[in-house]
């Protein structure tokens, strides 16, 4: 397809005015972001709440005891069932607080200073909002400690509209900024999401201008857009 000059300049006065354009907002950086990763310590246990609720799935890990060691998950009544022990009331603690309750109970009647670690890889009621230029925005649920590639991950990855080195998280109603290009290089930790999270990657203005004038299949010369 051949386009006029007169057509040109329009389009060359779109892509223009796109690139000044494409920077998305900047706003304070998230918490958990602006450290390196050699001196990041990323949180452990769930990322979506401090809580432990109905039907989350926990790893149970009491070290040098195999037998004590395993993923369990929280029944209807808050409550998880271990050898030795019974039934331990789980809901409404954090991970923290419940590796203590069932270090107490076998330390109390089974073994001494027992070492027990809780993780919760599935927190069925955190739920993340990923919107934006991605391959499947929508809601969707943590499972574990999450970080915000691996959200994006979640909705298919960054689509060929992203802004790749940016990227707006609201929490509690509050924007921060996460630059995904420093992430990957590695220059700043990748900071972990939180339930509620909403992330939005921001689209370039001149790659829709690109798409908008002939797709990202053309190409521009000075006779026009060819393919």
Same mark, same amino acid.
């Given at each position: @397809?051949? @386009?006029?000059?007169?057509?040109?300049?329009? #389009?060359?006065?779109?892509?223009? #005015? &796109?690139?000044?354009?494409?920077?998305?907002?900047?706003?304070?950086?998230?918490? &958990?972001?602006?450290?390196?990763?050699?001196?990041?310590?990323?949180?452990?246990?769930?990322?979506?709440?401090?809580?432990?609720?109905?039907?989350?799935?926990?790893?149970?890990?009491?070290?040098? $005891?195999?037998?004590?060691?395993? !993923? $369990? %998950?929280?029944?209807?009544? =808050?409550?998880?069932?271990?050898?030795?022990?019974?039934?331990? %009331?789980?809901?409404?603690?954090?991970?923290?607080?419940?590796? /203590?309750?069932?270090?107490? %109970?076998?330390?109390?009647?089974? @073994?001494?200073?027992?070492?027990?670690?809780?993780? $919760?890889?599935?927190?069925?009621?955190?739920?993340?909002?990923?919107?934006?230029?991605?391959?499947?925005?929508?809601?969707?649920?943590?499972?574990?400690?999450?970080?915000?590639?691996?959200?994006?991950?979640?909705? !298919? &990855?960054?689509?060929?509209?992203?802004?790749?080195?940016?990227?707006?998280?609201?929490?509690?109603?509050?924007?921060?900024? $996460?630059? #995904? !290009?420093?992430?990957?290089?590695?220059?700043?930790?990748?900071?972990?999401? @939180?339930? =509620?999270? /909403?992330?939005?990657?921001?689209?370039?203005?001149?790659? !829709?201008?690109?798409?908008?004038? &002939?797709?990202?299949?053309?190409?521009?010369?000075?006779? =026009?857009?060819?393919?």
């Amino acid at each position: @397809m051949k @386009m006029t000059w007169k057509l040109l300049f329009p #389009l060359l006065a779109a892509l223009t #005015l &796109g690139a000044c354009s494409n920077n998305a907002p900047q706003h304070t950086a998230l918490p &958990g972001s602006t450290t390196s990763v050699a001196e990041a310590s990323l949180p452990t246990g769930t990322s979506g709440s401090d809580r432990i609720a109905p039907q989350d799935l926990l790893e149970i890990d009491v070290f040098k $005891v195999p037998d004590l060691s395993k !993923e $369990v %998950r929280v029944d209807d009544n =808050g409550n998880i069932t271990l050898a030795l022990i019974g039934t331990v %009331r789980a809901e409404g603690l954090s991970a923290s607080q419940l590796e /203590k309750q069932i270090a107490t %109970r076998l330390e109390k009647d089974y @073994m001494h200073n027992p070492q027990v670690n809780v993780l $919760v890889k599935e927190a069925t009621a955190s739920k993340i909002t990923v919107s934006g230029a991605v391959n499947r925005p929508g809601v969707y649920p943590l499972a574990g400690d999450t970080s915000v590639t691996q959200a994006i991950a979640l909705a !298919e &990855g960054l689509n060929r509209l992203a802004i790749k080195d940016n990227v707006t998280v609201f929490r509690n109603g509050k924007p921060y900024t $996460v630059r #995904l !290009e420093d992430v990957n290089q590695g220059k700043i930790a990748d900071p972990i999401v @939180m339930a =509620g999270d /909403k992330i939005q990657v921001h689209s370039s203005s001149t790659k !829709e201008a690109i798409q908008d004038y &002939g797709g990202v299949g053309g190409l521009l010369s000075p006779f =026009g857009l060819l393919r």
